[in-house]
């Protein structure tokens, strides 16, 4: 019940963000100022919304069909005798896997905040750091270090896997970052 209702919220998230990306793009293409598809070497104002707008909209389609077919999957089968899938008995034998017992709710996990302060802290020395090392080599340190925190908050413990993850990550964040800004949008980066 609880994995149905999550699902029909992220489908409705899913058309909400698609909803916001198509009034989003069609306010664009009505403005004339902004309606300009040419991207040469002045791209106009239009490119970084047009952007946003469709990474939006490819978001809520995927959180979308997502949901979809989490609702698929949980519905009840002739194979089940009418019962959802997930609730057909478990083996006796230890239970579920670790993956598929209930998690405590985030709010009330000790130390629930711990991530979201060094997230704020490593913004502060992040700005302050592009000053003397440049937006390039602070910006890979940067989605490299959290990439590799993230990976450990997934996997449990930090492996080499993820330190190679993040180090290729965050060099290639910062490369396509100073692509877009500097290349196409003309963006002076520190």
């Known amino acids: ?3 149905a209702r999550r699902a029909l919220g992220d489908l409705l998230a899913g058309a909400v963000l698609v909803g916001l990306a198509a009034v989003g793009l069609a306010s ?4 004339p100022d902004l309606a300009t598809y040419e991207f040469g070497a002045d791209p106009g104002p239009g490119l970084f919304p047009r952007l946003l707008l469709w990474a939006l909209l490819a978001g809520g389609v995927a ?3 997502g949901a979809a077919w989490t609702l698929i999957r949980s519905r009840p089968g002739k194979e089940t005798g009418g019962a959802p899938v997930r ?3 478990r083996p006796e034998a230890g239970g579920p896997p670790a993956r598929m017992r ?3 709710p985030w709010i009330t996990t000790p130390g629930r905040f711990v991530l979201p302060v ?3 802290g490593s913004l502060a020395i992040y700005i302050v750091a592009m000053r003397t090392l440049g937006f390039r080599a602070t910006t890979a340190a940067f989605a490299a270090a959290w990439i590799f925190v993230l990976g450990r908050q997934q996997e449990g413990r930090w492996t080499a896997r993820w330190a190679a993850l993040a180090v290729a990550g965050g060099v290639l964040t910062a490369a396509v970052t100073y692509t877009v800004f500097r290349g196409f949008v003309k963006v002076p980066l520190p």
């Open 87 to 89: 609730s057909l008995p």
């Open 63 to 65: 959180l979308a069909a």
């Open 118 to 120: 060094l997230f704020v």
């Open 102 to 104: 209930p998690r405590e």
């Open 28 to 31: 664009l293409s009505a403005n």
């Open 1 to 3: 019940m609880e994995q």
